[in-house]
């Protein structure tokens, strides 16, 4: 089964312009032949593969997987009709390589995710319990607001049942929660995970929606979110907090109109855990709990369809 994000590969139309958007995300880039690599600070695992290309599109996504389950991951895609693909230019041929039900490119590795080596964030729980005494706790406007990790990806899909189905049943995802039966489906990983590392969206065309970092808490995301504005990114959503998941977030749009979801305290699923899935009604109001204003119009646009 598939037990970690590991990373996303994404076609650069301008590579100066996306270094300059990740570098001022506070992600750490390194050179690898004609792609750029990026990971998070304090955590040895790759996230992000710039791969230079006619337009800003999925190139390929890596998930993580065991020794022992590789093999197991082989044989369900050999059962479901599922041919193997060819690694593409300038990267390592391991693992699986082969297309999802939208033709996206999907590779599977053994690996495991990385721990996050930079110090977690004290919290204060005012009436359960003070982390914080005797001590002011507004942080200072120079604190570390570097994304901690890829916690999830939402890709939009032409055919939602089908995707989920297939990375359920053939690649050991689970079903955490959906919206309707076309606008929305959350997926985890098989074994302890996030509430969602894979998320789907309806659309005309494949794509990707949203690539989600996870924050230390909710001053380093807000404070990330209005460096990048200042920078003079565009502003996507936010801030707000998620029914699904449950986290906050808070949007900002790429070069490219691709948004990327600034994220703390989102639910966390044992593998263990009972966990009801729940169906909410197909309308706007289950994208949010609360939000400082309502999506904008184009929130759920796939800019990737318009474009091509
Ligand atoms: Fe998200």
Redesign the pocket.
């Known amino acids: 089964m598939i037990r970690s994000l590991q990373y996303v590969a994404l076609t650069c139309p301008d590579m100066n312009e996306g270094k300059k958007f990740y570098d001022a995300m506070g992600l750490e880039g390194r050179k690898d032949g004609e792609h750029l690599v990026y990971r998070c600070a304090g955590r040895a695992q790759d996230q992000l593969r710039l791969v230079p290309g006619e337009k800003k599109g999925i190139a390929w996504i890596a998930w993580g997987t065991r020794a022992g389950e590789i093999e197991i991951l082989a044989k369900n895609l050999d059962k479901a009709g599922v041919p193997m693909a060819a690694a593409p230019g300038g990267v390592e041929n391991n693992g699986l390589w082969f297309r999802d039900p939208d033709g996206v490119l999907v590779n599977i590795i053994v690996a495991e995710p990385q721990p996050q080596t930079r110090a977690a964030v004290e919290i204060n729980n005012p009436g359960t319990e003070y982390l914080r005494k005797g001590r002011r706790g507004a942080p200072n406007r120079n604190i570390d607001t570097r994304p901690r990790k890829l916690g ?1 990806i ?1 890709k939009f899909t032409t055919d939602i049942n089908r995707d989920a189905k297939f990375y359920t049943e053939v690649l050991g995802m689970k079903l955490s929660d959906r919206i309707g039966d076309e606008l929305a489906a959350f997926l985890r990983c098989g074994g302890d995970s996030d509430h ?1 590392t894979l ?1 789907m969206a309806t659309s005309e065309a494949p794509g990707l929606h ?1 690539m ?1 970092w996870e924050m230390g808490n909710v001053d380093q995301l807000q404070m990330c979110a209005e460096r990048l504005l200042k920078a003079g990114y565009q502003d996507g959503w936010g801030m707000g907090r ?1 029914i699904y ?1 449950s ?1 906050y ?1 808070h949007y900002i749009r790429d070069p490219w109109m691709g948004l990327n ?1 600034f ?1 703390w305290d989102i639910d966390f699923i044992p593998e263990d855990a009972h966990w009801e899935v729940e169906k909410a009604e197909a309308n706007e109001e289950s994208l949010f709990q609360w939000a400082t204003s309502p999506p904008p119009e184009d929130f759920l646009k796939n800019y990737e369809a318009v474009a091509a």
């Open positions: 999830h939402l969602h998320a949203h989600s998620h998941g986290n977030f979801e994220f």
